[in-house]
């Protein structure tokens, strides 16, 4: 896609339209819907936030639904850290500073993009919206894994 945006020059010819996941009342409709109790849902929701795939998952592991999310942020957190520490030491700590703007916030404003916040969204960590000039984690669980790496890594 980003090729043939790139390439075909769709600027003019196309529409930004964003798709983004489910708010919170939503994931909790869906949820319940499934049946889920209110513990389960709040779980859910703290974990993995509205993404459709991962509620759709959390039906199937249900049973297990505490370790399900758990795991889930191992992985992520696991994947992040790979992908960041593949990077030379100074371009790494420059995006272990941009994952610092997140601690507190869940979406930050830009200017413009850093050659950080480019990384991070072509590596699927970040989502950019050009619309509203903000770019935050691609999902809840994201940013738990942002704010997890960062308790283990020291800025100084």
Not at 46 to 57: A, C, F
Not at 63 to 70: A, I, N, V
């Amino acid at each position: 896609m980003e090729r043939i945006y790139a390439e075909a020059s769709l600027h003019g010819r196309c529409r930004y339209i964003l798709v983004d996941d489910f708010d919170y009342d939503t994931a909790v409709c869906f949820l319940k819907n499934y049946g889920f109790s209110e513990e389960e849902t709040e779980l859910v929701w703290e974990y993995l936030g509205g993404k459709p795939v991962y509620l759709v998952e959390s039906i199937k592991e249900r049973d297990r639904l505490r370790e399900f999310c758990e795991e889930m942020l191992r992985i992520r957190k696991r994947q992040i850290k790979d992908s960041v520490y593949s990077l030379d030491e100074e371009f790494r700590r420059s995006v272990f500073e941009t994952f610092a703007r997140f601690r507190e916030e869940e979406g930050i404003t830009y200017e413009y993009l850093t050659e950080e916040l480019v990384w991070c969204i072509k590596n699927n960590i970040l989502f950019l919206d050009p619309v509203n000039e903000i770019v935050k984690p691609q999902s809840r669980l994201d940013l738990l894994a942002l704010r997890r790496i960062l308790e283990e890594v020291s800025l100084v």
